[in-house]
């Protein structure tokens, strides 16, 4: 059935109080769906228990962005992705929330004893984590309930040797991180954070550290010196060089900083590869009487100094930086700790619940904390492991996974790049994306399985795919479904401005997507294994 939202019908000026109850066409079409899908439905679908349907929100609640709770989501996010200023900052932040939880830290180069009814985590690098929670029925051999995210984003990142300069200022040398929309990041107060290695009693310690206050910008050319007023052009190289400071402020001649005459023979010693302002701001970071002579390695990224924030007349959007693809790892992470609200449900659950958020999605995956790792089959097998050789392999064979990174909404000023009957719209649900080249890793099963799960958590769901005649980006969930045969679909929640230091989503999708997945935990393998 298709169904399309009515324009509501001229009516006189309402008063204020009834202005606010008037549901938009976007909400009144959610609500319509849901119902319609209820009324189709109810007699074949399988149905959820009481007290799930009691935890999770009303589809009133969902119906658009004035309720309170999509409000409270929302709100939660961004203290979430402000504080998560680059891959790192996500996982500590991811951290914090699990141990709040009752989760239990693991070592990857332990050996592990799960028990079942217990909940852990496990980092690698300290950019990608995987989150389980061991269902009390769980036995080895049983299925996986999986969803996924990545907490990196294109930015900016330091180079190893940094010191540059031009013009009587001094500048800190880049790298371009990914597929980010770099005329973007012109004129932008920007901030810096990361970790840095560095020797303490003669032993090498990592520190997180984040500046948090404006420090850098890229200034554009003036248009009156452009040759081609019409159009942007950027030498990545050449034109994408922060700058930090002046000679005149820094207190330098014209001749500019200079480099240590005689370079050090120790290969720990980076003071000759930056410059020395640059580096007391670091140690300034660090704090602890941190020297520069003490810094080994850094690894820094540049960020938008100006926090993420719900914006807009109704106060329905959220404008920020990396939401592509903090709300997929806000979101997974966020939805496995509150399936665990329902200990009843807990009990009797055979499966693992999973939530895993990878680095380096933005340039391929192809690192030991990427998504490509086998990392990820390290620890399945770990937690499958049982009496027999093959458990494993019978434990995927009832999994699924979720592969949730961000997908475009149909842009107003950009309609004709967007497929005509696949146009996914603000507040409107949680986004399927579907390719038939295999760039998306959904199929007919996988879809068939969310759709009831979506159903029972009261939670709509759109479609995308890409026209014919464009190309069409990829993710996670293609690499992890060939790499560990495992059942996957890909989704996202529906943004603007994909990959611009400054992107735009909705606020509905975060408590929209935290619920499917909420629910997703909770009855994967009641409504997958009729299916098998």
């Given amino acids: 059935m298709k169904l399309k939202a009515t324009p509501s019908q001229p009516k006189a000026s309402p008063s204020p109080s009834r202005q606010v109850s008037l549901l938009s066409p976007v909400r009144r079409a959610a609500r319509s769906l849901t119902k319609c899908l209820r009324s189709q439905q109810e007699d074949e679908m399988v149905q959820p228990s009481s007290l799930l349907r009691s935890k999770l929100p009303t589809a009133e609640e969902m119906a658009g962005p004035a309720s309170v709770e999509v409000r409270k989501a929302a709100t939660e996010f961004i203290s979430f992705l402000n504080k998560s200023v680059t891959p790192f900052h996500a996982v500590q ?7 709040a939880a ?5 070592k990857e180069c332990d050996q592990w004893t799960v028990q079942p009814k217990k909940k852990y985590f496990v980092t690698k690098n300290r950019s990608c984590i995987l989150a389980f929670a061991v269902g009390g029925a ?34 800190v040398g880049v790298s371009t991180y990914g597929g980010g929309i770099w005329r973007t990041w012109f004129d932008r107060d920007l901030s ?22 404006p420090v850098m910008c890229i200034p554009n050319l003036a248009i009156h010196l452009e040759t081609d007023r019409t159009k942007f052009e950027c030498n990545n190289e050449t034109n994408l060089r922060p700058i930090l400071e002046s000679f005149a402020a820094a207190g330098l001649d014209g001749a500019g900083p200079k480099k240590p005459e005689t370079p050090s023979c120790d290969p720990r010693d980076i003071s000759g590869e930056h410059h020395s302002a640059f580096l007391e701001l670091l140690c300034e970071a660090v704090g602890d009487g941190c020297k520069a002579t003490d810094l080994v390695d850094l690894d820094l ?60 999605e933005e340039v391929g995956s192809q690192s030991a904390q990427g998504a490509e790792t086998a990392f990820t ?27 949730a990174d961000q997908a475009h909404a149909a842009h107003p000023n950009y309609s004709a790049k967007h497929e005509e009957n696949h146009r996914p719209a603000f507040h409107g649900g949680v986004v399927v994306k579907v390719n038939h080249n ?19 958590a009261g939670v709509p769901l759109q479609k995308m795919i890409v026209r014919n005649d464009s190309p069409c980006g990829s993710t996670v969930g293609p690499i992890l479904s060939s790499r560990l045969g495992l059942a996957t679909i890909d989704v ?17 999708s975060i408590l929209q997507a935290q619920t499917l997945y909420t629910t997703f935990f909770k009855r994967l393998h009641d409504v997958l294994e009729p299916m098998l």
């Fill in 438 to 456: 295999q760039r998306y890793a959904t199929t007919m099963t996988t879809h068939a399985v969310l759709k009831q799960i979506a159903y029972e």
């Fill in 377 to 403: 089959e390290h620890v399945l097998r770990k937690l499958a492991a049982g009496g027999s050789t093959t458990e494993f392999e019978c434990a995927i064979g009832r999994s699924m996974l979720i592969s």
């Fill in 93 to 99: 932040e991811c951290v914090t929330r699990l141990k």
């Fill in 301 to 360: 990224y540049l960020y938008d100094a100006q926090p993420a924030a719900i914006t807009g007349l109704k106060e329905e959007f959220i404008s920020g930086a990396r939401l592509d693809n903090l709300v997929g790892t806000y979101t997974a992470v966020t939805g496995l700790i509150n399936s665990l609200d329902d200990d009843a449900a807990f009990s009797s659950c055979p499966n693992v619940r999973v939530a895993a958020c990878y680095d380096n």
């Fill in 102 to 106: 009752g989760f239990e830290e693991l």
């Fill in 492 to 508: 996202g929640c529906p943004q603007l401005a994909m990959h611009s230091i400054r992107e735009f989503g909705d606020t509905s």
């Fill in 138 to 171: 769980y036995k080895p051999g049983n299925g996986f309930s999986v969803v996924v995210g990545h907490t990196d984003s294109p930015c900016l990142r330091v180079k190893p040797i940094s010191r540059q300069q031009g013009d009587k200022f001094i500048q």
């Fill in 192 to 213: 810096l954070a990361g970790e840095v290695a560095l020797k303490k009693d003669n032993k090498l310690v990592r520190k997180l550290i984040n500046i948090a206050r």
